[in-house]
Every structure is written in C-alpha cells, then in structure tokens.
C-alpha cells in the first residue's frame, strides 16, 4: 500500500480551505493555489511544503468527487420528483449524497489498488450499500402506494357515511320508514344491525 499523500495528511481546516479555494477558482490556477497553500503552511510554523503537481493532481480528484456527488444528487431528485415524492426527496438527499460520496470514496480506493491487494469485503460492502440503496426506493415507492390507497378507502368510507346520513335525514321524504331507513343506512356502511 502506497504512503499517504502529504496533502492527506494536512490539518482539516487546511483540507476544507484548499477544496472551498478549488471551488472558487475553478479548478484552476494551481501554481497559485501551491503558493497559498504553502503560505499558510509556513504561518502555522508547518515544515511541509506541497508542490504545484500535487494540488493538482488532488484538485482533480476532488472536482470528479464533486461532479460525482452533484450528479448523485441531481438524478435522486429528478427520480424521486419524476414518481411524486418531491418532498420526500428534499429529506432524502442529504442522505443520498453521503452514501454516493462513501460509494465513491470505497470505489475509488478500490480503483488504486492491484490483485491481491483488493479486499473483496469492501466489495461485498459497496455492492451490499448500493443494493440498500436501491431496495429503499421500492420501499418508498410501496409505502407511497400503501398511503394512497388509505387515503383512497378513507374517501370512500366518507362518502358513504354521507350517503348514509342523508338517507336517514330524507327517510320519510323517500318514503321509508325509520326501521327501513337504519336497515339501508346500515347496508351502505357495511355493518349488521
């Protein structure tokens, strides 16, 4: 397994600086962003010095992580809209997107690596996480399909405790009498009297 990137190994807020100062320029500059970087290495009295190839070459794996991650993401809305789950596809796509950025965090060590060096339970792990992923969705769709057809038999029962409430209220001017009119009421409704 290949030492750490010194880059990897920088303190986390100097990480999130250098991915925010990547966003911002572009994905470009990277002889300047080398520059400031290592300027504020030396500000905090670090010994390290990163050179230009190596922001770039971690500039551009964080803008395909980020593409990735904002693809993800477009596609789960887009999905979750395209089958009328808008809101519930603002709650999930926090979610969404911290599994597509594990998922390729997990791929993408896995790329890196070499014959026996690829450990199949971190295959069995990714392929396991994306199989969730998916099942969730048929759950979604089945508890959306359960919802609705409460809703659908809630609609109905109501409509025929109205028929029912008018009948008993327009009995004698139907002609019924009260015994006849409780006996029909009770037949709508579903229920032995």
Aim: net charge negative; hydrophobic share 40%; proline share 3%.
């Amino acid at each position: 397994m290949p030492p750490p990137r010194k880059i990897d190994l920088l303190p986390k807020e100097l990480r999130d600086w250098l991915q925010d100062a990547l966003k911002e320029r572009g994905f470009s500059g990277y002889v300047e962003l080398a520059a400031d970087l290592n300027d504020k290495l030396e500000e905090r009295g670090l010994e390290v010095r990163i050179g230009k190839s190596a922001v770039h070459a971690y500039g551009q794996e964080y803008e395909q992580m980020a593409r990735a991650q904002e693809e993800a993401s477009a596609w789960a809305v887009s999905w979750m809209e395209g089958n009328g789950l808008e809101e519930e596809a603002k709650r999930h796509n926090v979610l969404f997107q911290m599994i597509t950025t594990l998922a390729f965090k997990v791929m993408k060590s896995q790329m890196l690596k070499e014959g026996e060096e690829i450990d199949p339970r971190e295959l069995a792990f990714l392929g396991k996480m994306l199989k969730d992923v998916m099942s969730s969705s048929g759950m979604r769709e089945k508890m959306t399909a359960d919802q609705e057809k409460r809703i659908a038999e809630q609609a109905a029962r109501e409509a025929k405790a109205a028929v029912a409430d008018d009948l008993t209220q327009n009995a004698k001017a139907f002609g019924f009498t009260a015994e006849t009119a409780a006996a029909i009421k009770a037949r709508i409704l579903g229920v032995t009297v």
